[in-house]
């Protein structure tokens, strides 16, 4: 048997065995007998062939395949910045408390895009050598800034036709500043707005607050995903939400409110302690392992639901761990990447025309990549401070490579927001160890649990041949049963 080892990582369970883990993204479990042969090289045919099929050993007869495997997990490196976020106006009617942006008062002025700007963003995006362009909205509240998306919109679909590219658009908004004619528009060029929503109307408004005070923010969110429900019942509408400490207990509350919203899709997702989270955090934030509980139970809930009721709430967060375990695929979450998608998936622009690797690293300076009005596209991927933050998102500057699963990310941002610094101290990384903790109770799971596996794949493999399904997740959503046949 001729090979080479390939790089691996392993994780060993006490009394039951060794998980090897490789860059990319297979794995396989052993016997303590069986590692110990491979560790001494007598390795029989039968290990021999589950190595050489995981690729944890090199051989003429599948360095090849290993290639491909490489380049489909990290497709979203080479492939050009797809993903292009406008933040249209930093104003907003809200005064959240984990509010990650630097948004202000509603009646600020000086804080909205410009025509002019907005056309040298377009112009910007355009740029990208991907041929596929999806351009999202945010603020401060987007809506308040509507004229602008209208502009966007128009001088993006030209210059679409003009490059044969393909562009599409998404938004997510707070939902209070919707009327007819807004939700018509949105509705023509198919997009379909992600709402906040964190769960029962109590939950929602104790941090979900007008500027001045007032509550009630629930009934004015709720309003409009009852009217995108029921005029435009073809749009795949979404929720997002943010999980507090007040979150923990509710995490059926939380997915009932999903479900009678008719909300199929919202990621089970740690806060960030930048911004106002970070100076709220005493009040709003929870240990890794306080969140890991409240996760495993929502997992559960949500497992139980649809074996029991029919009912399928995906969390999407989930959805992209197990796509690195079951079928080797990255699903293109850029912040759920590794590398994350900053800069090479996605770009952010300001109202003012600066332009920042990712969402949520506009809310800092020091983050600040350059400009529309002086630079092109080329300049900044190929700046040193591209670079810089790059290499900062592979986690190849971190003690990463201790653990074993290489696909699990953190991010910079709360790392600088926290610690002072992009190169991180791991151990002190909550959203690291949140996801750390994610994948090793999943893998714990899918090998130890009996019927785990099964009830998994089935939970996020809706039938997306039937139009009902394909109206209500999406068309985006990827079946995993059907990539793990492929595979």
């Not at 202000?104 to 002025?109: D, F, I």
């Not at 809706?462 to 139009?467: A, F, N």
């Amino acid at each position: 048997m001729k090979y080479k080892l390939n790089f691996f990582r392993k994780r060993v369970f006490p009394g039951r065995g060794v998980l090897l883990v490789n860059d990319q993204s297979y794995w396989v479990f052993l016997t303590f007998e069986e590692y110990k042969k491979f560790m001494l090289g007598s390795i029989d045919n039968e290990l021999f062939d589950k190595l050489e099929k995981n690729f944890m050993v090199i051989t003429e007869d599948n360095e090849d395949k290993l290639v491909e495997a490489q380049k489909k997990l990290y497709w979203h490196i080479g492939s050009g910045t797809s993903l292009h976020i406008i933040n249209v106006t930093s104003r907003c009617n809200m005064n959240c408390d984990y509010c990650y942006a630097n948004r202000v008062a509603p009646t600020l002025k000086n804080f909205d895009m410009t025509k002019e700007t907005a056309e040298k963003v377009v112009n910007f995006i355009f740029q990208s050598p991907a041929d596929y362009l999806m351009i999202e909205f945010i603020g401060g509240e987007p809506l308040m800034n509507f004229d602008i998306i209208k502009f966007v919109v128009e001088k993006a679909l030209d210059k679409a036709k003009e490059t044969g590219k393909h562009v599409g658009f998404s938004m997510t908004t707070n939902a209070t500043n919707f009327d007819e004619e807004k939700a018509e528009f949105f509705y023509k060029i198919k997009l379909a707005p992600c709402f906040s929503i964190d769960g029962p109307e109590w939950l929602h408004n104790k941090h979900r607050v007008y500027f001045g005070g007032r509550r009630g923010t629930y009934k004015d969110v709720v309003k409009w995903i009852k009217y995108f429900k029921e005029k435009y019942p073809l749009l795949p509408i979404t929720g997002i939400s943010t999980i507090t400490r007040d979150s923990l207990p509710y995490y059926k509350e939380i997915i009932d409110e999903y479900v009678k919203l008719d909300l199929p899709r919202f990621p089970i997702r740690p806060t960030t302690q930048v911004k106002a989270a970070g100076v709220n955090w005493k009040n709003l934030g929870y240990s890794v392992d306080e969140f890991i509980t409240f996760w495993e139970n929502a997992l559960n809930y949500l497992l139980e639901l649809n074996e029991k009721k029919g009912i399928r709430i995906i969390d999407t967060n989930t959805m992209v761990y197990a796509f690195y375990i079951l079928a080797h695929q990255n699903i293109g979450m850029t912040d759920m990447e590794v590398p994350c998608g900053a800069i090479y998936g996605q770009m952010v622009y300001n109202f003012n025309g600066d332009i920042y690797p990712c969402d949520e690293s506009r809310s800092y300076g020091v983050f600040k990549l350059g400009s529309v009005y002086k630079n092109s596209f080329k300049d900044i991927v190929s700046s040193k401070k591209a670079a810089l933050l790059f290499n900062a998102a592979t986690n190849l500057s971190s003690i990463a490579d201790a653990k074993p699963y290489p696909f699990v990310n953190y991010c910079f941002v709360n790392t600088y927001a926290t610690q002072g610094t992009i190169v991180p101290k791991l151990s002190e990384d909550n959203i690291y160890n949140i996801h750390y903790k994610m994948v090793d109770r999943l893998f714990e799971r899918i090998l130890f649990e009996k019927g785990f596996k099964e009830r998994f794949v089935d939970w996020l493999s809706p039938d997306m041949s039937k139009k009902e399904n394909l109206v209500r997740f999406g068309s985006d959503l990827l079946s995993l049963k059907d990539s793990i046949e492929e595979n």
